[in-house]
Structure formats: structure tokens, C-alpha cells
């Protein structure tokens, strides 16, 4: 699979540990830095990486969470894994009820701690998860972080750093 004549999927060499989805941000595509060094680590430890590719200009009035939903649900309507990991950058968190729903473990990349569905979500996802959010980040909400911290969820937070990473 391609997007724009560039791979969008990657296999392991050896025997696969499972898929990991990942998804980008509004503006923050699955090449930028962050994400495709999330892949390249992914892949040398045996998984198998799709990246997830969307234009959300083209989101229009629907319900965001919804939306990457669809999108989740597309990609993975293809797929037999065993084990499902979610990568998500900023839009991309907005599949925690998703991975909360299906116990999926899940990486999120500057979630939108201060969105309370998001963190009732996160909260409640019986999978392993990491956040790792700025403290100079907006969107980011330490306290939050620490709460969910204390409850089993990795957190790593890095200093100065704001939305972008």
C-alpha cells in the first residue's frame, strides 16, 4: 500500500509481534518526526506498521471522534491481527474510546488531556498505554497526566516542549 508513491505499510524481518496502527494529527501527517521515528522503532521490534493517511479539512461538520473512528474501523476491517497496537498523534488520540472499547493497547503522542471524554477513555482502557505530552503544550494537562499516571498508565512528560514536540 502507498500514499503518493511513498510506503504506507511496513513488515518486520522476523516474526510479528502484532500490527500497530498509526495515527496522524489535523496537521501533523504519519512522516513527520515523531511518528515515523514511532514507526521505525515499532517495526525493529517485530511489528508490523500501517499508517493511517487523512486530510481532516475534509472532516466537514462530523463529530471528530466519529470520524477518526471510521477511519480506525476502515484500516482494521482489512486486517486478521492477534494484536492490535493504536500510535496517535494529537486527532489521532481521539481513538482512545475505540481502544478502550477493544482493551487495545495504545501510544498517545500529545493527547487532549482536556478533553474529558478523552480522559474518561483513556482511564478506563484495561490495554497498556503511554502518554507523552509537554508541559508547555496547551492541550496537555499535568495534573490530569499525574492522575492517570497513579492509575497505571506510563507517562512521560518533557519539559518545554509545547504541541509540535
Known amino acids: 500500500m502507498t500514499f503518493g508513491g511513498a510506503p504506507t505499510r511496513w513488515e518486520p ?9 498509526v495515527l496522524p494529527g489535523r496537521a501533523y501527517p504519519p512522516s513527520a518526526p515523531l511518528l515515523d521515528f514511532a514507526r521505525i522503532a515499532l517495526v525493529r521490534h517485530g511489528f508490523t506498521v500501517q499508517q493511517v493517511w487523512w486530510d481532516s479539512t475534509a472532516r ?6 466519529a470520524w477518526v473512528r471510521r477511519h480506525v474501523e476502515a484500516v482494521l476491517a482489512e486486517e486478521d491481527a492477534d494484536h492490535v497496537l493504536l500510535v496517535g498523534k494529537s486527532l489521532g488520540t481521539r481513538a482512545a474510546p475505540y481502544a478502550t472499547e477493544r482493551g487495545l493497547d495504545a501510544i498517545w503522542f500529545t493527547p487532549l488531556l482536556v478533553e474529558p471524554s478523552l480522559v474518561e477513555a483513556i482511564a478506563a482502557n484495561a490495554g497498556r498505554q503511554l502518554l507523552v505530552g509537554g508541559l508547555a503544550d496547551d492541550l496537555w494537562d499535568a495534573a490530569v497526566a499525574r492522575e492517570l499516571a497513579e492509575t497505571g498508565t506510563d507517562v512521560l512528560e518533557v519539559a ?6
Not at 466537514?60 to 471522534?65: C, S, T, V
Not at 518545554?160 to 514536540?165: I, N
Open 13 to 21: 524481518s522476523g516474526a510479528g509481534r502484532g500490527l500497530a496502527l
Open 60 to 65: 466537514g461538520d462530523e463529530d471528530a471522534d
Open 160 to 165: 518545554d516542549a509545547d504541541h509540535a514536540m
